[in-house]
């Protein structure tokens, strides 16, 4: 089945800890992206990779970082969280960037820093 | 700066009956128009995207109608189900070439009543 994966898909954790959350896709896209989503905000686009080895920001990069060593894998790190990270997290993968290429979203992960 | 925005945060509907979800976009260069399909507990699900060249684009029970003059996209649901019950979003494409910048609303909520 083709799909996005994402684990935890809970995870609460102190101000200060580093986590990883991982994403994983079996569709063989280029394209991969992580977003936030925060209540009456939308999805705001965090980082986005168009191949492996290329990384570049979205709109909120600031307390994130992403590799993409892997076409298949593209982990979100926060080094030292905040309580503003606080939030729901999705992955996604799309062929291509560009016109007529839809995303394939994640399942989600909610995540608590206190 | 320039932003996707929705008219109403909530819609509600009698099965049945046709929805209409609207969207107010701002940047007159946005070039490619996606919606998306939220439901609970999982990450957006790709319904229909429009290309700026086109006023009109039909999926199964679903239209997107598109006014640059204006700047106004709607979602048409044709019949609505109950399953038809999540968040709406739509995005705009802000990037140019092959670059994918994704502008998200807020959402709209649409509710089924029986």
């Known amino acids: 089945e083709a799909q996005v994966t994402q684990n935890p898909r809970y995870l609460i954790t102190v101000t200060g800890k580093k986590l990883t959350v991982t994403c994983s896709q079996n569709?063989?896209?280029?394209?991969m992206s992580w977003y936030r989503q925060d209540p009456g905000l939308g999805l705001r686009q965090i980082y986005y990779?168009?191949?492996?080895?290329?990384?570049d920001k979205g709109d909120v990069p600031e307390g994130y970082k992403v590799s993409r060593k892997e076409k298949r894998n593209f982990p979100l790190i926060l080094e030292s969280p905040s309580p503003n990270q606080t939030s729901l997290y999705f992955c996604?993968?799309?062929?291509?960037?560009?016109?007529?290429?839809?995303?394939?979203f994640g399942p989600g992960t909610r995540l608590t820093v206190t | 700066g320039e932003s996707v925005g929705l008219h109403l945060p909530t819609l509600s509907v009698q099965e049945g009956d046709n929805s209409i979800i609207n969207c107010a976009y701002s940047?007159?260069?946005?070039?490619?128009f996606i919606w998306y399909k939220q439901e609970s507990g999982k990450g957006p699900q790709f319904i229909i995207d429009?290309?700026?060249n086109m006023d009109k684009r039909q999926g199964q029970r679903v239209t997107v109608l598109l006014n640059k003059t204006v700047k106004h996209l709607s979602l048409q649901i044709a019949a609505t189900q109950p399953g038809d019950s999540a968040v709406y979003f739509c995005a705009e494409n802000m990037g140019i070439g092959s670059n994918y910048q994704l502008i998200w609303g807020a959402g709209t909520k649409l509710i089924i009543k029986p």
């Open positions: 996604a993968s799309s062929l291509l960037p560009g016109q007529g290429y839809e995303q394939y």
């Open positions: 940047n007159s260069a946005s070039d490619y």
């Open positions: 990779s168009m191949n492996v080895e290329v990384t």
């Open positions: 569709m063989n896209h280029e394209y």
């Open positions: 429009i290309r700026s």
